[in-house]
């Protein structure tokens, strides 16, 4: 697989959407498919999920081609390969330098050698090649059905930045409130919590700047402010406005931008008030590990859940080799 | 107890959050005084502090629109409070481009200084921040311990260089050693000394100027009889001036110190809404 990346927006686009990533992990699933590149990446206690899709139109120049694996009935893909992101990230570190000083970006990989290859050729002739070591690994694919959700949310990315400006950087958790009538978010306060010793930060708006405004539920979910940060810093760069997906506390909420050129989710666990504790995701989204287990995607209750539970389970310690059917992003 | 206020006023808004960005640098909890018609932020001389102490005073009718408050008895109309600076400076940081702000005592889960900012925005309605600072209300038995410093039996006073030519001077000594040596005499020298193993530094200001000082009954300043040309000094920590100057974003109208021989260094700032006197004990 071979994609080049030209013209300065691109690079910063593709340099933010790897720091939005960092975000979330330490780790991601770098996964060439035919349509295009998707980065992938889930915490560790699976209540964040991230995946940018940059479709092939994204790059100067894409060039996929399938590997070549005996005794598969179904097209071949090459696979997806999981990269640290300490090591991807001084790649693009300095994301306005980048812009200035590279010229272009080429990323390839074969797998026949265990590296994936980022060069970059800057100005005054200089090369700067990274070869990153990959492990193989299960596809990693988390579906939700956005389109099921009671509340949506439309609106450009500088309204959550100029919204998230007046928390402290430290602080961990919001909870986004909203009714028919008006939207809030403020500072998650537990039970627990030393109000004489916490400050406390509440913004109201009114439903009137949303691009998209729609309350099918009256809700609070509280949700990890960290992780959202990323977001929107990725979708700045882009100019594409945010989707917020949600539905009551303890459902996911999922912020996406999507455009021609690019999609991209954020699916982010909510506290569940009734129990007090975080919702993991693999209740309410499908985590394909092995799409040879899986047909049609639905979001369903918690009896699936559960299954899949116990699936998501299973395949983390299991290492399979030979081609996975990956099926395009949400 | 009550007290509310408000600025519409966007110059003092700025101006008000530049005097909390100073406290911010020179304290981490301090004292709040409210009376009719003015403000104090005070910190006083404990241990917890590093013995230093600060008294900044404003007149509210310099920032404020609107300004009531009730004390905590008709005899006594005052409140105090205590709080975090950095609390407040956060709530103000963001609120720079306010159509108003209006700042409360309320009670709600404890004491809270509520701060409502009221943001432009695009739709018809404005976009509304609250932030709720916790505050502790220090009981009357106990404002005795934030009386106004009185001015000490000073050996010299003198008018600090130009701040921002101070300012660099400290830090780059900041970075060579933990204490510096002010020392001045009465002809308007002054002499920033820091002294380590490898390396000693001095760097030289003249012509600064002594503050004409009149004592109460009409006599010249205690300094008459002085020789002009001896040096008082004091061995001060350095981290401490460096937060002054640092805190110190405009030119003062008037800059000048203090200095009690080896015991303190009183630093008197005054702009043209606002005064802050700083006291920094010498180390033994």
């Given at each position: ?105 080429s990323i ?11 060069q ?16 193989e ?34 602080q ?18 537990e ?72 999609e ?33 995607v639905?979001?369903?209750d ?16 299991e290492?399979?080799l030979?081609?996975l ?6 | ?12 808004l ?115 921040v ?27 006073s ?32 002054m ?33 008459q ?11 001060i ?15 003062p ?6 200095i ?25």
């Amino acid at each position: 697989m071979e994609c080049v990346l030209q013209c300065f927006l691109s690079l910063a686009v593709f340099g933010r959407a790897i720091h939005a990533i960092a975000r979330i992990s330490d780790e991601f699933w770098f996964d060439p498919l035919e349509k295009g590149l998707a980065l992938r990446s889930v915490n560790s206690s699976r209540s964040a999920y991230a995946c940018v899709f940059f479709s092939s139109m994204f790059f100067q120049h894409y060039c996929w081609t399938a590997g070549t694996q005996p005794c598969q009935k179904e097209k071949q893909l090459s696979l997806p390969c999981k990269l640290i992101i300490k090591s991807v990230l001084p790649v693009f570190r300095c994301v306005n330098v980048l812009e200035r000083n590279v010229e272009k970006c080429s990323i390839c990989s074969s797998p026949s050698e265990q590296h994936i290859t980022f060069q970059l050729l800057c100005r005054h002739g200089v090369v700067k090649t990274y070869n990153l070591t990959f492990q193989e690994c299960d596809p990693l694919q988390a579906v939700f059905a956005k389109h099921m959700c009671p509340n949506i949310l439309k609106v450009h990315s500088r309204l959550l930045a100029d919204v998230i400006i007046h928390f402290p950087s430290s602080q961990e958790e919001i909870t986004l409130s909203v009714t028919p009538m008006k939207v809030s978010f403020k500072s998650y306060t537990e039970e627990d919590t030393d109000f004489s010793r916490t400050m406390l930060t509440e913004i109201q708006l009114s439903p009137e700047e949303f691009d998209y405004f729609q309350v099918g539920v009256d809700s609070e979910v509280t949700f990890c402010l960290k992780e959202l940060r990323g977001l929107l810093a990725f979708s700045e760069a882009t100019s594409v406005p945010v989707s917020v997906h949600f539905d009551r506390s303890g459902r996911p909420i999922a912020f996406s931008i999507e455009d021609l050129l690019l999609e991209a989710s954020f699916i982010l666990a909510t506290l569940c008030e009734a129990e007090r504790e975080i919702s993991y995701l693999y209740k309410y989204c499908i985590f394909q590990f092995h799409s040879l287990f899986f047909g049609a995607v639905s979001y369903k209750d918690k009896a699936i859940g559960d299954t899949f539970q116990s699936l998501v389970t299973a395949s983390d310690t299991e290492e399979e080799l030979g081609a996975l059917q990956s099926s395009p992003v949400l | 107890m009550r007290f509310r206020a408000k600025i519409v006023d966007l110059a003092c808004l700025n101006h008000f959050s530049r005097i909390i960005n100073t406290i911010v640098k020179l304290a981490k909890t301090c004292i709040l005084r409210l009376t009719v018609c003015k403000l104090y932020f005070i910190l006083s001389d404990k241990v917890a502090n590093g013995g230093a102490s600060m008294w900044c005073e404003l007149s509210q009718g310099n920032f404020f629109d609107e300004f009531q408050m009730e004390g905590v008895a008709a005899e006594h109309n005052e409140i105090y409070l205590e709080f975090v600076p950095e609390n407040l400076w956060r709530a103000l940081k963001t609120a720079q481009s306010a159509k108003a702000v209006k700042i409360k005592l309320t009670n709600k889960h404890c004491p809270c200084l509520r701060v409502a900012v009221d943001l432009p925005s695009l739709s018809s309605c404005s976009r509304i921040v609250t932030h709720d600072i916790p505050v502790g209300v220090i009981p009357r038995r106990m404002w005795n311990d934030f009386r106004e410093p009185s001015m000490p039996d000073f050996d010299v006073s003198i008018y600090l260089p130009v701040l921002k030519t101070m300012k660099s001077v400290v830090e780059r000594m900041k970075n060579l050693s933990n204490f510096i040596v002010i020392e001045a005499n009465l002809s308007g020298e002054m002499n920033l000394k820091i002294e380590t193993d490898l390396v000693s530094v001095t760097t030289h200001f003249k012509d600064l100027g002594n503050p004409p000082w009149a004592s109460e009954d009409g006599c010249q300043s205690s300094g008459q009889g002085r020789d002009l040309e001896s040096m008082a000094e004091a061995c001060i920590d350095i981290k401490k001036l460096q937060q002054l100057l640092a805190g110190q974003q405009v030119n003062p109208t008037k800059a000048l110190c203090n200095i009690v021989h080896k015991r303190i260094v009183h630093f008197i700032l005054l702009h043209e809404e606002v005064s802050l006197q700083y006291f920094i004990p010498a180390i033994a």
